[in-house]
C-alpha cells in the first residue's frame, strides 16, 4: 500500500521530531492508542532532543542537575489506531535562567497531518544528589537557552 506522507505544519518553527509507529502493545481496549502511551512518546522525543543538544543522562550527572517535570498539560485531539505512521515534534519555549523551563509537544499523524496531541511541560532544575531545586548550570543555561523558541515573539 503506497500512502501518501502529508508535509506536516507545526504550530511553531524548527521542530525537533521523531517517528512513532503504533504497535499491539501501544493499543488499549478501545483499539486505539492508549493515552498513556502519548505520554511516553512525549517522554521520548524530550530526552532524545536534550541528548542531541549534548545534555544527556552523563551530563546530567557530571553537573548534578537534572530537568524533572512539575506540572504537565496533555490536550488529546484525535485518536490514532495500530500501524498509523507519527511524528511527534518538541520545542522549548521559555526558560527564566535560573530554575524553570518550558517544553511544547505536537504529534501528528503522517497520513493526514492531523495534530493528535498537543502537551506542555513546567520543568524545574534539581540537584540530583539532593532531590532538591537548584539553579541551572552554566552549560543548561547556554544549551538550554539557545535551543528556545519564543511563541511570543511569533
Not at 505512521?85 to 499523524?109: G, H, S, V, Y
Amino acid at each position: 500500500m503506497n500512502e501518501q506522507q502529508f508535509d506536516l505544519e507545526w504550530d511553531l518553527p524548527s521542530p525537533y521530531t521523531m517517528d512513532f509507529l503504533p504497535g499491539e502493545e501501544h493499543i488499549d481496549g478501545l483499539d486505539h492508542v492508549n493515552n498513556g502511551v502519548y505520554v511516553n512518546w512525549c517522554q521520548d522525543v524530550a530526552w532524545d532532543h536534550s541528548c542531541s543538544l549534548g545534555l544527556d543522562m552523563k551530563a546530567y550527572h557530571e553537573l548534578d542537575r537534572s530537568m524533572v517535570i512539575r506540572h504537565a498539560e496533555y490536550d488529546y485531539i484525535a485518536a490514532v489506531y495500530l500501524g498509523e505512521p507519527l511524528t511527534a515534534a518538541t520545542w522549548l519555549t521559555a526558560t527564566d535562567d535560573k530554575l524553570n523551563m518550558e517544553r511544547r509537544f505536537q504529534i501528528q499523524r503522517k497520513s493526514d497531518g492531523q495534530t493528535l496531541i498537543r502537551a506542555k511541560w513546567q520543568l524545574v532544575c534539581m540537584q540530583i544528589t539532593t532531590g532538591r531545586p537548584k539553579r541551572m548550570p552554566e552549560p543548561f543555561v547556554r544549551i538550554y537557552g539557545d535551543a528556545v523558541v519564543n511563541p511570543s515573539e511569533l
